[in-house]
């Protein structure tokens, strides 16, 4: 009997890869973005954010999206990869039109991936891809087995707990924050 093999090893290498993808598109998003993506659409797609922001339970279902995407066998590093990185170049951008400054992107950053919610978050994330990856290893093994099933279903009842978590201390930090954020993005 295998048994159910989650590996934190993994998670903390998905974890990883997750703030450099977001570091590398950011730096990509606020030199290359403004070239691509009109302020107008930006500036739409902030107010959206903003709305997806208005409560504990709109940051959770939003992020919930988000992770059962990556929790998906096969498609799921797909969406992990992707997801994190128009996450990155959307924030570079964002930044660039916003405050201009690249020492406003580095503080974005330590924002989005640094303060709890975000490592919150980012490691919800991780889980998800992992729970994703497990299963697509057996899947292509052509051999799926109970336990298989169960490690998936824990990596992703993990994610979920933690973007409550961190929707509850996102919604927070976005509340103490608010004067502050304003007046940097007005």
Do not use: C, Q
Not at 73 to 94: D, E, I, K, N, Q
Not at 143 to 155: A, E, F, N
């Amino acid at each position: 009997m295998a048994g159910i093999k989650v590996s934190i090893r993994r998670v903390l290498i998905a974890y990883v890869a997750a703030i450099i993808i977001v570091i590398i598109s950011s730096v990509l998003g606020y030199y290359v973005g403004p070239y691509l993506i009109p302020r107008a659409l930006v500036n739409e797609i902030a107010s959206g954010i903003k709305v997806a922001a208005a409560s504990p339970i709109d940051v959770f279902t939003h992020n919930l999206l988000i992770a059962t995407l990556m929790v998906i066998p096969v498609l799921g590093p797909l969406a992990f990869v992707g997801s994190l990185s128009f996450t990155g170049f959307f924030l570079g951008t964002f930044i660039y039109f916003t405050l201009s400054s690249p020492l406003g992107l580095l503080a974005a950053l330590v924002v989005t991936l640094f303060f709890p919610h975000g490592i919150v978050e980012v490691m919800a994330y991780a889980f998800s891809v992992m729970g994703s990856i497990s299963l697509t290893m057996g899947i292509f093994r052509r051999s799926v087995t109970k336990d298989d099933i169960i490690t998936y279903l824990v990596y992703y009842l993990i994610a979920v707990t933690l973007l409550f978590i961190a929707a509850e201390i996102e919604y927070w930090e976005i509340t103490a924050l608010k004067g502050l954020i304003s007046s940097l993005t007005t």
